[in-house]
T-cell receptor
Framework: DAGVIQSPRHEVTEMGQEVTLRCKPI?????LFWYRQTMMRGLELLIY????????DSGMPEDRFSAKMPNASFSTLKIQPSEPRDSAVYFC??????????????FGPGTRLTVL | GDSVTQMEGPVTLSEEAFLTINCTYT??????LFWYVQYPGEGLQLLLK?????DKGSNKGFEATYRKETTSFHLEKGSVQVSDSAVYFC???????????FGKGTMLLVSP
């Protein structure tokens, strides 16, 4: 399997612009997670989906952030409008949970976002 | 709420030294415990895990034992290599929901 795929790997944009980050989870996985990593705040869970349905978006910092999962093989995280404080590395992860048992999360390589 | 506390880094060692990175957790009940590793420029990857008390997880020479009496899951390796230089994250999770609660990470730097 190719693992979790994220695109783009690097994104540089100007304040006020819309940014869309993309993620393709591992085939067959039923959970998808979006994280943000910064030096100051560490690794933060933004939102996660189960079977394409958003379960908990309490980590989304503000209304400028939105996430969708239109099907089992694709998810987007959108920031509109972007601000310099959104600069971070954004990770997507997926996992497969069977019968309520916790399983491993597999992380993508991340998207490094820089907002000027 | 649940939380994970890791020792502050960076941890700086010479090659072949013994490594310990401390991790303690706060949770009601008995979560599953994990160590993830992040190499420079990459995403996190699972290093090892333990799902119940007294379980020992091991991988690539690293090991950690789930100690419920001390609510700890310390990571150890007998002889580190330069290639082990990375950031190590301790995390916990609950059955039924796959969310992970991460510690802040500990950077390990190994010099030749």
């Amino acid at each position: 399997d190719a693992g979790v795929i994220q695109s783009p790997r690097h994104e540089v944009t100007e304040m006020g612009q819309e940014v869309t980050l993309r993620c393709k989870p591992i085939s067959g996985h039923d959970y998808l997670f979006w994280y943000r990593q910064t030096m100051m705040r560490g690794l933060e869970l933004l939102i996660y989906f189960n079977n394409n349905v958003p379960i908990d978006d309490s980590g989304m910092p503000e209304d400028r952030f939105s996430a969708k999962m239109p099907n089992a093989s694709f998810s987007t995280l959108k920031i509109q409008p972007s601000e310099p404080r959104d600069s971070a590395v954004y990770f997507c992860a997926s996992s497969w949970t069977s019968g309520g048992a916790t399983d491993t999360q597999y992380f993508g390589p991340g998207t490094r976002l820089t907002v000027l | 709420g649940d939380s994970v506390t890791q020792m502050e880094g960076p941890v700086t060692l010479s090659e072949e030294a013994f490594l310990t990175i401390n991790c303690t957790y706060t949770a009601t009940g008995y979560p599953s415990l994990f160590w993830y590793v992040q190499y420079p420029g990459e995403g996190l990857q699972l290093l090892l895990k333990a799902t119940k008390a007294d379980d020992k997880g091991s991988n690539k020479g690293f090991e950690a034992t789930y100690r419920k009496e001390t609510t700890s899951f310390h990571l150890e390796k007998g002889s580190v290599q330069v290639s082990d230089s990375a950031v190590y994250f301790c995390a916990l999770s609950w059955g039924g929901y796959s969310t992970l609660t991460f510690g802040k990470g500990t950077m390990l730097l190994v010099s030749p």
